[in-house]
């Protein structure tokens, strides 16, 4: 791109071919519309309803309960047929409308563009629609205009801009028209130049427009989210293994039942049938519908937790990320500046409070202070009290209460941090602007870098004055120290400006303050001779709560990185306070980042945690090396300059309150309360919602295996079949599927915070989750054909035999729900009366089968015989054999492993 802003200004009118008194003619103008077109951020062609739609079928697990439902349907299992389908129609529905939703965020990127812009055309100053602005357009810009392009300053007066969304800058920006030296200058470092999409705060000024549309920095932004395309989340992926590891348990079911049937003379079509209706009855149709609906509890948990999920895959993410990339404006911090420290009469006070409230303390070496018994210190309040036009007022919010109310800030924050910090001194800011009457206004300007007011009460005239240290003490030739005035010699003035570098080297914004003594009603110069009274350092300071939450991560084995596009200092302080910046490893700068090839930056990304002054393009690259590192990355911000990283990384979050649509409509999950300790909780919930979700896999497949192992053993030996396809569709959609839902509804485990996150590549059987599946499917299988195999032997009819081979499955695998509740701990110590909701389950699937037995209208249609209470001992006694065994191997194992560590310490004591 062309670097407008290292060019001098009648260069850059002569590049653009315009004239700057008269503007362009509307010819000239309308010939440039038709050559770069509207200026608007054109939207790629994204996918249309049906494309999304279609694309919910892609999941393979999808197509392979697809393909079962059609074999269903031709075997003449009607109702298993229809029962899968709709499960399916119902995924992807849903899936339908989070990635509908997901589609709009170019749409909410395109409305950040303003309405309408004022130009000078021909030499008049018109009022045009922003999309008919083209390069050369000499545009008019004041306090509140939305800027219409990316704009060259020419003539700067006083002028001020909110780039917070685009850089990640705290203040507002402070512009001039003079040229940047360095051509790669970041986006924060060009003050001469003003960007499409920002907000002019203050000031007003002329300049030339040098880009519009997406030639812009916006433009670019919404190319990058065009590029990024999105990728599976590590739940899908391990969906995606799941069924295929299906689908060749299948294949091989089908073949080993046609092969051994075929070796004892049965017909071979007869076989094939028989291998694909056991084919079909191993995938667990409820699985889907089971995740689902684990998912979307997940979501209700996490909307409780002020965490609002946009895409239901993304609850499970957040629980294995591996690094948090948060943006430090609004994110790390309040994006609300603070008055931190004061000093004045030689010593330091420090403030206490939170965001604009003004409830809070001024400390002087740890103990409350009154500003009345300092006399500098009141004289520094009162200018910055006096010499200020912001306003801040609680607003209460529509129908709401006190406690929902919020304070608003009209004016500079600078100004209305200056406000708050006198009541939190305990000054009456409404007393003191009744009592003195404000009668001359000198107002800041870039050039001057400095404010002063001429107040008025009973006892005279007084002039306040605040500004950069440097232009207040060139106007002062005395200073207040110790409750006394001395001339400002060259002794106590370098004492001043050392204590301003110290405060600065903070990472504080220092301004001074004086003030001036009005003898009558002269014609002096007001400005003249005051005297110094103060500094105060100001600071967008860390949410209370982030540096609790940061350590939380750091124990949960989540890294933490800041990516920001503030001043390298200001990063170093926030990152400080949190405890993510140890003093050894150096902040990484956009300039440096600008310096390294891909191999390079990711040496860097392994170890540096703090990056400054960085571009949306820094951020996507850093995005994307960490995600080459094999972390699972989660980007949280709140501005348009993080919206593409946002979309790139694994999970993106942004912020409720202060983000902008951009970057909601790009994210994942939305913190409703911008609070970086939402994060910490969600990531508990998603770590609990995969647990959740390895439970009901391991609950629902044990019992697929069972299901299949009793059909298959009983056809290898030649037995009646055990079980009739509608008693095996009713175990699947009925019997297992409630409890399994109900396991989806376990809270977090205690330790779930303590352990390090799963790495991004582990699959779904990870930890044994296999072998135990199959274990116990085994044991279902043998302890279901035994008692089937046992009631025939004895003479019982087949219908009964059946009926107990039926109560025996579903006994086993209610039993076995309880051993699934965790991986670590006996169904006695995670508690039986701890998931309500469980039992409830259970109670439930032992009614149905209860009904499947005892109701006469489902007997016929169950083809089941009532049991006696002798047969429930029977069914009982089997069916818990399986979750005794599993309780004393893992107390056994326990008892083991205690011993085992206990004989290790005491050989190392010897």
Same mark, same amino acid.
């Given at each position: 791109?062309?670097?407008?802003?290292?060019?001098?200004?009648?260069?850059?009118?002569?590049?653009?071919?315009?004239?700057?008194?008269?503007?362009?003619?509307?010819?000239?103008?309308?010939?440039?519309?038709?050559?770069?077109?509207?200026?608007?951020?054109?939207?790629?062609?994204?996918?249309?309803?049906?494309?999304?739609?279609?694309?919910?079928?892609?999941?393979?697990?999808?197509?392979? !309960?697809?393909?079962?439902?059609?074999?269903?349907?031709?075997?003449?299992?009607?109702?298993?047929?229809?029962?899968?389908?709709?499960?399916?129609?119902?995924?992807?529905?849903?899936?339908?409308?989070? @990635?509908?939703?997901?589609?709009?965020?170019? #749409?909410?990127?395109?409305?950040?563009?303003?309405?309408?812009?004022?130009?000078?055309?021909?030499?008049?100053?018109?009022?045009?629609?922003?999309?008919?602005?083209?390069?050369?357009?000499?545009?008019?810009?004041?306090?509140?205009?939305?800027?219409?392009?990316?704009?060259?300053?020419?003539?700067?007066?006083?002028?001020?801009?909110?780039?917070?969304?685009?850089?990640? @800058?705290?203040?507002?920006?402070?512009?001039?028209?003079?040229?940047?030296?360095?051509?790669?200058?970041?986006?924060?470092?060009?003050?001469?130049? %003003?960007?499409?999409?920002?907000?002019? %705060?203050?000031?007003?000024?002329?300049?030339?427009?040098?880009?519009?549309?997406?030639?812009?920095?916006?433009?670019?932004? +919404?190319?990058?989210?065009? #590029?990024?395309?999105?990728?599976?989340?590590?739940?899908?992926?391990?969906?995606?293994?799941?069924?295929?590891?299906?689908?060749?348990?299948?294949?091989?079911?089908?073949?080993?039942?046609?092969?051994?049937?075929? +070796?004892?003379?049965?017909?071979? =079509?007869?076989?094939?049938?028989?291998?694909?209706?056991?084919?079909?009855?191993?995938?667990? @149709?409820?699985?889907?519908?089971?995740?689902?609906?684990?998912?979307?509890?997940?979501?209700?948990?996490?909307?409780?937790?002020?965490?609002?999920?946009?895409?239901?895959?993304?609850?499970?993410?957040?629980?294995?990320?591996?690094?948090?990339?948060?943006?430090?404006?609004?994110?790390?911090?309040?994006?609300?500046?603070?008055?931190?420290?004061?000093?004045?009469?030689?010593?330091?006070?420090?403030?206490?409070?939170?965001?604009?409230?003004?409830?809070?303390?001024?400390?002087?070496?740890?103990?409350?202070?009154?500003?009345?018994?300092?006399?500098?210190?009141?004289?520094?309040?009162?200018?910055?009290?006096?010499?200020?036009?912001?306003?801040?007022?609680?607003?209460?919010?529509?129908?709401?209460?006190?406690?929902?109310?919020?304070?608003?800030?009209?004016?500079?924050?600078?100004?209305?941090?200056?406000?708050?910090?006198?009541?939190?001194?305990?000054?009456?800011?409404?007393?003191?602007?009744?009592?003195?009457?404000?009668?001359?206004?000198?107002?800041?300007?870039?050039?001057?870098?400095?404010?002063?007011?001429?107040? #008025?009460?009973?006892?005279?005239?007084?002039?306040?004055?605040?500004?950069?240290?440097?232009?207040?003490?060139?106007?002062?030739?005395?200073?207040?120290?110790?409750?006394?005035?001395?001339?400002?010699?060259?002794?106590?003035?370098?004492?001043?400006?050392?204590?301003?570098?110290?405060? +600065?080297?903070?990472?504080?914004?220092?301004?001074?303050?004086?003030?001036?003594?009005?003898?009558?009603?002269?014609? *002096?110069?007001?400005?003249?001779?005051?005297?110094?009274?103060?500094?105060?350092?100001?600071?967008?300071?860390?949410?209370?709560?982030?540096?609790?939450?940061?350590?939380?991560?750091?124990?949960?084995?989540?890294?933490?990185?800041?990516?920001?596009?503030?001043?390298?200092?200001?990063?170093?302080?926030?990152?400080?306070?949190?405890?993510?910046?140890?003093?050894?490893?150096?902040?990484?700068?956009?300039?440096?980042?600008?310096?390294?090839?891909?191999?390079?930056?990711?040496?860097?990304?392994?170890?540096?945690?703090?990056?400054?002054?960085?571009?949306?393009?820094?951020?996507?690259?850093?995005?994307?090396?960490?995600?080459?590192?094999?972390?699972?990355?989660?980007?949280?911000?709140?501005?348009?300059?993080?919206?593409?990283?946002?979309? @790139?990384?694994?999970?993106?979050?942004?912020?409720?309150?202060?983000?902008?649509?951009?970057?909601?409509?790009?994210?994942?999950?939305?913190?409703?309360?911008?609070?970086?300790?939402?994060?910490?909780?969600?990531? #508990?919930?998603?770590?609990?919602?995969?647990?959740?979700?390895?439970?009901?896999?391991?609950?629902?497949?044990?019992?697929?295996?069972?299901?299949?192992?009793?059909?298959?053993?009983?056809?290898?030996?030649?037995?009646?079949?055990?079980?009739?396809?509608?008693?095996?569709?009713?175990?699947?959609?009925?019997?297992?599927?409630?409890?399994?839902?109900?396991?989806?509804?376990?809270?977090?485990?205690?330790?779930?915070?303590?352990?390090?996150?799963?790495?991004?590549?582990?699959?779904?059987?990870?930890?044994?989750?296999?072998?135990?599946?199959?274990?116990?499917?085994?044991?279902?299988?043998?302890?279901?054909?035994?008692? =089937?195999?046992?009631?025939?032997?004895?003479?019982?009819?087949?219908?009964?035999?059946?009926?107990?081979?039926?109560?025996?499955?579903?006994?086993?695998?209610?039993?076995?729900?309880?051993?699934?509740?965790?991986?670590?701990?006996?169904?006695?110590?995670?508690?039986?009366?701890?998931?309500?909701?469980?039992? !409830?389950?259970?109670?439930?699937?032992?009614? !149905?089968?209860?009904?499947?037995?005892?109701?006469?209208?489902?007997?016929?249609?169950?083809?089941?015989?009532?049991?006696?209470?002798?047969?429930?001992?029977?069914?009982?006694? *089997?069916?818990?054999?399986?979750?005794?065994?599993?309780?004393?191997?893992?107390?056994?194992?326990?008892?083991?492993?205690?011993?085992?560590?206990?004989?290790?310490?005491?050989?190392?004591?010897?």
């Amino acid at each position: 791109m062309i670097p407008w802003h290292a060019m001098e200004t009648q260069e850059v009118i002569q590049r653009l071919r315009t004239d700057y008194q008269r503007g362009l003619t509307q010819s000239e103008a309308a010939r440039r519309l038709k050559r770069c077109g509207p200026n608007v951020l054109k939207q790629s062609a994204g996918p249309g309803v049906a494309e999304i739609f279609a694309g919910q079928f892609k999941n393979f697990m999808v197509l392979l !309960l697809l393909f079962a439902a059609g074999v269903a349907f031709c075997l003449g299992e009607t109702a298993d047929a229809v029962a899968i389908i709709v499960i399916v129609v119902a995924n992807a529905v849903l899936g339908f409308v989070q @990635e509908y939703r997901a589609e709009r965020a170019l #749409e909410a990127l395109a409305r950040m563009s303003a309405p309408r812009a004022k130009l000078i055309r021909e030499g008049c100053e018109k009022s045009v629609p922003s999309e008919e602005v083209v390069p050369g357009d000499v545009v008019i810009l004041e306090a509140g205009d939305r800027v219409p392009g990316d704009v060259r300053l020419i003539d700067v007066f006083g002028l001020e801009a909110d780039e917070s969304a685009l850089t990640g @800058e705290s203040f507002p920006v402070r512009k001039s028209t003079e040229p940047v030296e360095n051509e790669k200058a970041g986006l924060g470092d060009r003050p001469c130049m %003003t960007y499409f999409g920002t907000v002019i %705060t203050r000031g007003r000024a002329r300049g030339v427009v040098v880009a519009t549309g997406m030639e812009t920095e916006i433009g670019n932004i +919404a190319r990058m989210l065009q #590029e990024t395309e999105s990728e599976p989340t590590p739940l899908q992926r391990r969906l995606e293994e799941l069924g295929k590891l299906l689908a060749i348990g299948c294949i091989l079911i089908c073949g080993v039942v046609a092969a051994s049937g075929i +070796a004892k003379g049965e017909p071979a =079509f007869k076989m094939f049938l028989m291998g694909v209706s056991l084919a079909v009855a191993a995938i667990p @149709e409820g699985l889907p519908a089971v995740v689902t609906v684990a998912l979307a509890v997940g979501v209700q948990r996490m909307a409780a937790k002020a965490a609002i999920v946009r895409r239901l895959p993304a609850v499970e993410t957040l629980g294995c990320a591996t690094a948090i990339c948060s943006d430090k404006t609004g994110t790390l911090t309040q994006n609300v500046m603070t008055v931190r420290e004061i000093w004045a009469d030689g010593v330091t006070f420090h403030v206490e409070g939170v965001g604009w409230d003004p409830t809070g303390r001024l400390l002087l070496n740890g103990r409350p202070v009154r500003p009345r018994s300092n006399t500098g210190l009141m004289f520094t309040l009162l200018a910055g009290v006096l010499c200020n036009n912001a306003k801040i007022q609680m607003v209460r919010q529509s129908g709401k209460t006190r406690a929902h109310s919020r304070w608003q800030v009209w004016g500079d924050p600078t100004e209305a941090a200056l406000l708050v910090a006198a009541e939190r001194a305990g000054l009456d800011r409404e007393l003191l602007g009744s009592r003195w009457v404000r009668v001359a206004e000198n107002p800041f300007e870039s050039s001057r870098r400095m404010m002063s007011v001429v107040c #008025e009460d009973s006892n005279g005239r007084m002039v306040y004055a605040k500004g950069a240290v440097e232009t207040i003490l060139e106007k002062s030739s005395f200073i207040l120290t110790n409750g006394r005035v001395f001339s400002l010699s060259t002794e106590l003035r370098q004492r001043v400006l050392k204590q301003a570098d110290e405060m +600065a080297d903070r990472a504080l914004r220092v301004l001074a303050f004086a003030v001036h003594k009005v003898e009558g009603h002269t014609t *002096a110069d007001p400005e003249a001779e005051m005297t110094f009274v103060g500094l105060s350092g100001m600071f967008d300071p860390p949410r209370p709560e982030v540096a609790e939450a940061v350590a939380r991560c750091r124990v949960a084995g989540v890294r933490t990185l800041m990516i920001t596009g503030d001043h390298p200092g200001t990063a170093k302080q926030v990152a400080r306070e949190i405890g993510l910046y140890d003093g050894k490893s150096p902040v990484i700068t956009g300039v440096d980042l600008d310096s390294m090839d891909d191999q390079e930056l990711l040496t860097v990304a392994a170890t540096a945690n703090v990056y400054a002054r960085v571009t949306p393009l820094h951020k996507l690259r850093l995005v994307k090396a960490l995600k080459r590192l094999g972390h699972v990355v989660a980007m949280t911000g709140d501005g348009v300059n993080d919206a593409p990283a946002v979309r @790139e990384a694994d999970i993106g979050i942004s912020m409720g309150l202060t983000g902008t649509e951009v970057t909601k409509e790009a994210s994942c999950l939305v913190l409703a309360d911008d609070n970086f300790a939402t994060i910490v909780r969600a990531v #508990e919930e998603g770590r609990a919602i995969y647990d959740n979700i390895r439970k009901f896999i391991r609950y629902l497949l044990a019992c697929n295996v069972g299901e299949v192992l009793v059909m298959f053993l009983a056809a290898l030996v030649g037995a009646p079949m055990p079980l009739v396809p509608i008693q095996i569709l009713w175990v699947n959609l009925m019997t297992d599927g409630l409890p399994a839902v109900a396991l989806g509804l376990d809270g977090p485990e205690p330790d779930v915070m303590n352990r390090k996150p799963r790495p991004p590549g582990e699959g779904i059987f990870a930890g044994r989750l296999g072998i135990k599946v199959l274990t116990r499917g085994i044991l279902i299988g043998v302890t279901t054909l035994a008692v =089937f195999m046992w009631k025939l032997d004895s003479g019982a009819s087949l219908a009964v035999a059946r009926t107990h081979a039926f109560a025996v499955l579903v006994m086993c695998q209610l039993f076995h729900v309880f051993d699934c509740r965790s991986e670590r701990r006996t169904p006695l110590e995670v508690g039986l009366f701890s998931n309500p909701l469980l039992l !409830l389950a259970v109670a439930s699937s032992a009614g !149905l089968l209860f009904a499947a037995i005892y109701s006469r209208s489902l007997q016929a249609v169950f083809q089941t015989q009532p049991l006696s209470a002798e047969d429930w001992a029977v069914v009982i006694g *089997a069916s818990a054999v399986g979750s005794i065994l599993v309780t004393f191997r893992r107390r056994i194992l326990r008892v083991t492993g205690a011993v085992s560590r206990a004989v290790k310490v005491g050989r190392r004591h010897r």
